[in-house]
Nanobody, 126 residues
Framework: EVQLVESGGGLVQAGGSLRLSCTTS????????IGWFRQAPGKEREGVSC????????YYADSVKGRFAISSDNAKNTVYLQMNSLKPEDTAVYYC???????????????????WGQGTQVTVSS
């Protein structure tokens, strides 16, 4: 059974940092793209970042470039999202997800991803 579990969310002041973790199981970790998405109340889901370990490809939304960094630890089957210089507009529930197929490249399109975690809340106060 494919499972993804997010952790690391919380409350932080603007300008602060958080590191989210996505621990996975039930599939060959490095073969699939793993993405981070977020959804704020009343807004559409947004693709934030993605990594595919087997070729090192990554994706970042323009809104987070230069502030967020994605990485993976194949030994722990875990993807991390380091979030720096956080802004109030980064407040959202953050989800990690696995691509539907191994040949899917990294992107911000939610439809490319078929298995999702339960989400972790990130709140940035001004």
């Amino acid at each position: 059974e494919v499972q993804l579990v997010e952790s690391g969310g919380g409350l932080v002041q603007a300008g602060g940092s958080l590191r989210l973790s996505c621990t996975t199981s039930g599939f060959t970790f490095g073969a699939y793209a793993i993405g981070w998405f977020r959804q704020a109340p009343g807004k559409e889901r947004e693709g934030v970042s993605c990594i595919r370990s087997r070729d090192g490809s990554t994706y970042y939304a323009d809104s987070v470039k230069g502030r967020f960094a994605i990485s993976s630890d194949n030994a722990k089957n875990t993807v991390y999202l380091q979030m720096n210089s956080l802004k109030p507009e980064d407040t959202a529930v953050y989800y990690c997800a696995r691509a539907r197929f191994t040949n899917y490249y990294c992107s911000g399109y939610g439809s490319y991803f078929g298995s999702w975690g339960q989400g972790t809340q990130v709140t940035v106060s001004s």
